[in-house]
């Protein structure tokens, strides 16, 4: 029985709006020059690594050189403060999650088979640029080839030391719900093991200073090789939610690994609760193309927590949203352990990383198919009355695999109407447009906004109401973002 973890992401999207002469009564209101906003181009590029082998990865990784593998180097903060004699990251009244320890974790529960989340959830292994074995955390995000896992761009591609040029990492062997105290190889992989075949980063994302830690860019899509059945097929996957960072409430999962310190020693999947905030970083534009997001409310593309602490071989990572399980970000950089004031920082499936390569590693995807549609729910086709109102609603809906974060929308009345009242989302409303921002939009489960629209006394025969949703350049189509409702008067 196929096991697909649905959960959703969203994009912040915002208004290209239209400088309109006045609406006829046959004509729709064209949108405000108030909503128009204006961006350089952006900038789109991904690169692919060479293909590989996925069964020389399966091969390659025994269980000797697992044991073995480091945890990956950690791209830090600047903000690091001085190395302490003891944890001081997390403070006992920050800390969230039930029995989480000074860094903010806690164990979780085996066996990692048992729940979604620990189940999509695997450590990744691999060889670095420097040729030394490494791992890093993934997940399984949903996708039409259903062979997906997401991780950090600096797990896949770095550059190595006393070099100035990045190399991809190869023999990429991801084993979800990895448990490296079971007895036996059916405990350790109990979905077995899956070799990369090819590895996909931003353009933008180039190894250098550190991994780019303050890079929106560290973020990347590994397609691992067909089994029997699919990968997804097998553990369920993530929801990618389309986003630029902000608030939220999350649990992010993964395998901390310093070798010989326990429960630190990658064997254990361990998992903590945060409340996330905006994270700036700083772009050094010598060696970073510049994020350009144009139809995308601000943001950095990057949020941070000081509730959970980084560890190597956490990089990666999930970050989920704790209500709907939703992926939202990855686990790039922060703190380790021994810090003062530890934070972790999460890149966001963000328009100008994610959106950049999930395009090229699964072609056939749909991703931010939003579309809107304008209807009266009571008495369709039936004239209005002059001087009455009637109720108008916009439907919002999100097709395929992704989810929608932060969605605007415009309904716009012509003249001789007005909107008396907006309900359902949060809305700005004037007498001739509401601009609304629906919180997230998910595959299957369409959001309605209610409009009283007033029909004026002298109101002509036929009036065109219209209403507008912006999706991103990730939607294959978008002729249906924009409907026109015709009602006619009488009276």
């Known amino acids: 029985m196929r096991r697909t973890f649905v959960t959703t992401l969203a994009g912040l999207t915002g208004f290209t709006g239209l400088a309109a002469p006045p609406a006829t009564a046959d004509q729709p209101p064209l949108f405000s020059a108030k909503t128009e906003h204006q961006a350089p181009p952006p900038v789109w590029g991904a690169a692919s690594s060479p293909l590989m082998r996925p069964r020389q990865a399966v091969k390659y990784w025994t269980a000797a050189k697992q044991a073995e593998a480091r945890a990956a180097d950690l791209p830090k903060s600047p903000k690091g403060a001085a190395r302490t004699a003891a944890p001081l990251s997390v403070p006992a009244a920050k800390r969230l999650t039930p029995g989480g320890d000074v860094n903010g974790y806690a164990r979780v529960r085996r066996p990692y088979t048992a729940v979604p989340y620990s189940r999509i959830s695997g450590r990744l292994f691999f060889v670095n640029a420097g040729g030394q074995p490494d791992s890093c955390t993934a997940s399984v995000v949903r996708s039409a080839s259903e062979l997906l896992i997401a991780t950090a761009a600096h797990c896949v591609y770095s550059v190595a030391e006393g070099t100035a040029t990045g190399q991809w990492h190869r023999n990429f062997l991801f084993i979800p719900a990895y448990d490296g105290r079971a007895a036996g190889l059916r405990g350790r992989e109990p979905y077995g093991r899956w070799g990369g075949r090819r590895a996909w980063k931003p353009d933008g994302y180039t190894g250098l200073h550190g991994g780019d830690w303050n890079s929106s860019y560290d973020i990347a899509l590994i397609e691992v090789g067909r089994r029997e059945r699919t990968l997804q097929d097998a553990v369920g996957a993530f929801t990618p939610m389309l986003n630029q960072g902000g608030r939220h409430t999350i649990a992010t999962t993964g395998y901390p690994g310093l070798l010989g310190r326990e429960p630190y020693d990658g064997r254990d999947q361990l998992w903590c609760l945060g409340r996330t905030r905006q994270s700036a970083g700083v772009a050094r534009t010598e060696t970073m193309l510049a994020a350009n997001t144009t139809g995308r409310a601000a943001g950095s593309g990057r949020m941070e927590t000081h509730n959970c602490h980084l560890h190597k071989g956490h990089s990666g990572g999930p970050w989920f949203l704790k209500n709907t399980g939703d992926l939202v970000g990855v686990l790039s950089a922060g703190k380790e352990d021994g810090e003062a004031d530890g934070n972790s920082v ?32 009571a008495r369709p086709g039936r004239p209005v009355r002059r001087g009455r109102t009637t109720t108008v609603t916009a439907t919002v809906t999100m097709r395929g695999l992704m989810a929608a974060m932060r969605v605007p929308v415009t309904i716009a009345a012509p003249r001789g ?75």
Request: glycine letters at 8%; aromatic letters at 2%.
């Open 346 to 377: 999460a890149t966001a499936l963000n328009l100008e990383g994610y959106g950049a390569i999930v395009g090229k590693a699964d072609p056939k995807g749909v991703y931010d198919a939003l579309s809107v549609r304008l209807g009266r729910p």
């Open 417 to 491: 109407a007005a909107l008396a009242a907006v309900h359902g989302v949060a809305c700005a409303p004037t007498r001739r447009q509401a601009t609304c921002l629906i919180p997230a939009v998910r595959p299957g489960r369409p959001v309605r906004i209610k409009a009283r629209v007033h029909v004026a006394a002298d109101a002509p025969h036929r009036l065109a109401l219209a209403a507008r949703v912006t999706s991103t350049r990730l939607d294959p189509t978008q002729r249906d973002n924009t409907d026109v409702l015709r009602l006619f008067t009488h009276g």
